[in-house]
């Protein structure tokens, strides 16, 4: 990992070399005044009403101190700017579709999917719902943020520079569409949708597929057979180009950890609360943390750079923690076009004309005009790729339907009254609003009530169950409105005192509300549940919890896998392995050869296992899932046969072995042949990358913070990884933050989050936080007695 002031000079020497930095041997010099101040006073500032503090510990982490809870926003949004600020103009760049302005013509199709969706004027939309006294916190901080760029001095951060643009004045739309983005995200099953679709058309069965997306507990048995006539209507070229067309943002990540234990449980008599998300890695991360006061005021816990609003952490009175539900509220619906005029679409009751609009682009000087339709479903999102537009042969679209694309949406009004709850009621009510993720939201108060609600629109179909893109024309599968918000899985106080979830199944009130075909395996709950039982339920026994790598997945997949392997006896190296492996306890530790070897194993089984079958669709299919291999190994059902060889029939005892020799060869190429240097750690690393400066060669590694780590993808400590052929288990999707809430005393809770809390690798602040990140050493959000670094703002 690169230090802080090596990082600086490599951003230093890279824009030396490629001439932005004008000024020569000096560029550091200058580009180092992009590092706000931390101390003295802004004067003049618009949208104050009395002076605000802005407060540093040695790490840079923030403490604000207001008059005002309006105030205090204000001063949010300059704090952010000062350490996020190329973080936020990326983040609205992508939501409003404007990226191509800055990257040119390669982001275009990005662009033009994301106007299609019209988020940024869906968060325009959000805002104009919002009650008065939202809308004055997101007003001061959007003053905030507007205060910072009309009075900073000095160049902008690096990235600026490389893009080659400049802020505009920061606007409520740009704060609010982060969440249409990572509704978006947090739900994602419609790019699932367009690879089941793609799978038929290599000719695979439903029944085939059923099996790759096994749910882990029960049986597909009792599914109906699937409406395909949509399918059928579509070509393979269209699916592929569609997929390519979504962008990386949007991709589904979806996985986190949270449990409560109440006052029985926990040795101070009041609730635990533990929680800790699971994204994507980048730089910089995703999360700030902070603590905010003013007269009856106080948010304390993760912010999100951009956003005005506390999204996880407590208020002195409650604290909560998200998990993703995994639910199906996403279905892509194919539209025929009217044969008779091209500008409309069928309907049950005729023909309809598309809702239309003209979206412009700016890209290299030039202005590119795109028409944007829509259906009674949703935009029409094919219309983004022109190889997957509709053609005169098919005569059809496909128009998302998601909740998260509805004007309606109150998700950033529950986010602001979740922020205000002052008890588990309260926490109830503000959820209510709550409509796009739909999101698993563990809480408890400091009177000693803990609770989970899934809250979020849950869509109702007339019939199917959103498997496959389903037909819009008939009728047959539309959205008939979405489920009562007390028919959603609820607990409040439960008998056995512990709450629990890491993306397993839930069920809601009503028995036959149907949420999702599956979830995430139940590894993570099930080892959460047992250190819980008997276990240290301390704050540091939480945390200890939370580092925890023991592989259930491992212990299942193990006893079906080792017995396939010859074993001769001897000192070679699969002999070695297969013997490490046999006594293995499952612990996916960084300083460990068993993880890497089972790793691997279970990456080219998959590989030899599906291959055959999905060829370049193996790549969208992307992990091992647990429910699907032990059912393989269990039942032998066919897919270990090998279909590209005619004259012979694999058994899984033939793919199993093979995948091994697999295994073993890809790390004797990537580790060499002394199995007793192999670990864990070395090939597993959390990768941090920015999104700028790892498009830059050499540079951009240089520049990316990696971390031995831990864990696997079914471990509490979540380590999910994947990467290019010659670095495959990158730790790429994880717990960025972590954090305990001690409801006996919430100053007591403990906060943690990866990197630092600037985003400029020129600032001494960019890393200040990351030793504690690895250790799982949380700091305590209190507001300082002597700041190492005071700003005050002065209206």
Known sequence: ???????????????????????????????????????????????????????????????????????????????????????????????????????????????????????????????????????????????????????????LPPEFLLAGVEPEPWTAADSLVWGRLMSLQLAGNWFSEITRARMLKTGLTPERINLLYAPFEGSDGSLTAPDLSAVDRLDDTRLAALAAALP?????????????????????????????????????????????????????????????????????????????????????????????????????????????????????GETIEHMVRSTRHGPVVSDAMESAAATAEDGTVLALASPSLAADDDTAQALFDLGGALDSDGVVAALRLFHSPQQNVTFADTTGHIGMISAGRLPLRRSGDGFYPSPGWTGTHDWTGWAPFESLPQILDPPGNTLINANERVAGADPDLFIARHFDAPYRARRIAERLKDGDRTLAGMAALQMDTVSLFAR??????????????????????????????????????????????????????????????????????????????????????????AETRESCADIVAGAYEDALALLARLHGNKIDTWRWGDAHQAWFRNHVW?????????????????????????????????????????????????????DNSRFVAALGPSGNLLSPLSLTWHDGWVGNAGIRLVAPEEPSHELTLSP
């Open 1 to 155: 990992m690169a230090s802080s002031l090596t990082r600086r000079l490599l951003v230093g020497t890279v824009l030396v070399f490629i001439g932005i930095n004008f000024i020569g041997a000096l560029g550091l010099f200058w580009l180092q005044g992009s590092v706000p101040e931390t101390d003295g006073e802004i004067v003049g500032l618009s949208g104050l009403s009395a002076p605000a503090l802005i407060e540093r510990d040695d790490a840079g982490t923030v403490t604000i101190r207001a008059a005002t809870p309006q105030d205090a926003s204000f001063a949010l949004g300059y704090a952010h700017a000062q350490d996020r600020l190329w973080q936020m103009e990326l983040m609205r760049r992508i939501g409003a579709g404007r990226l191509s302005e800055a990257v040119g013509e390669g982001g275009l199709s990005y662009d033009k999917l994301l106007r299609t969706l019209g988020l940024h004027r869906l968060a325009a939309a959000s805002y104009e719902r919002m009650s008065p006294q939202a809308k004055s916190h997101v007003d001061s901080y959007v003053a905030g943020v507007n205060g910072y760029l009309e009075t900073r001095s000095g160049p």
């Open 556 to 645: 299942d997949m193990l006893p079906l896998m080792l017995p396939h392997l010859p074993r001769a006896g001897g000192k070679g190296l699969q002999t070695q392995a297969a013997d490490m492996l046999a006594a293995w306890d499952g612990t996916m530790a960084a300083d460990r050869a068993e993880p890497l070897i089972f790793a691997a194993w279970t990456r080219a089984l998959t590989r030899r296992l599906f291959a055959d079958e999905l060829g370049a669709l193996l790549g969208d299919y992307r992990r091992a899932r647990a429910a699907t291999l032990l059912r393989i190994l269990r039942e032998d059902d066919g897919f270990c046969d090998d279909t590209r060889t």
């Open 694 to 746: 790892s498009r830059i060669p050499v540079i951009g590694t240089s520049l990316t913070t990696r971390t031995p780590s831990g864990g696997g993808d079914y471990t509490v400590s979540r380590g999910t990884f994947g990467g290019p052929a010659d670095d495959p288990f990158r730790h790429r999707h994880g717990p960025g933050l972590r954090i305990i809430y001690d409801l006996a005393n919430l």
């Open 248 to 364: 990386d943002v949007l991709r589904p990540r979806r996985a986190s950890n949270a449990w409560a234990v109440t006052g029985l449980q926990s040795p101070s008599g009041k609730p635990i609360l533990a929680g800790d998300p699971h994204l994507e890695f980048q730089s910089p991360n995703l999360w700030w943390l902070a603590r905010i006061e003013a007269p009856g005021y106080l948010r304390v816990g993760a912010f999100v750079p951009g956003v005005p609003f506390l999204v996880i952490g407590h208020n002195g009175a409650v604290a909560w923690s998200f998990t993703t539900t995994h639910s199906d509220t996403q279905d892509l619906f194919v539209e025929r076009l009217d044969p008779a005029d091209p500008g409309r679409y069928l309907t049950p009751g005729g023909t309809e004309p598309f809702e239309t609009r003209v979206e412009r682009f700016e890209v290299s």
